[in-house]
């Protein structure tokens, strides 16, 4: 995570107020947190680095994905630890 090492102070009216606590609520997260998300959605940073990540996801190696009566028992185990 990045340092927080800025301060900026905005006004909001009552109903922009109202729909960012209401999310952070929903989200169990702070007023700030929902901001700093929404300023990271609308000014993406440098594309250059959002390419150079997708390339390493897309060329990273597959995984192995388990057959469907494998990944069945194995969810069926799992909730029986929890009943």
């Known amino acids: 995570m990045r340092m927080l090492d800025r301060r900026v102070q905005i ?5 922009r107020y109202r729909r960012l606590a209401a999310e952070a609520a929903a989200r169990g997260t702070s007023v700030a ?18 390419a150079a990540a997708a390339r390493r996801i897309l060329d990273a190696p597959d ?15 799992i909730r029986s630890r929890r009943a």
């Not at 006004?11 to 109903?15: E, H, T, V």
């Open 33 to 50: 947190a929902v901001v700093r998300e929404a300023i990271d959605r609308a000014l993406p940073g440098d594309p250059t680095r959002r």
């Open 63 to 77: 995984m192995p994905v388990p057959d469907v009566e494998e990944l069945t028992a194995e969810l069926r185990s």
């Open 11 to 15: 006004l909001l009216d009552a109903d």
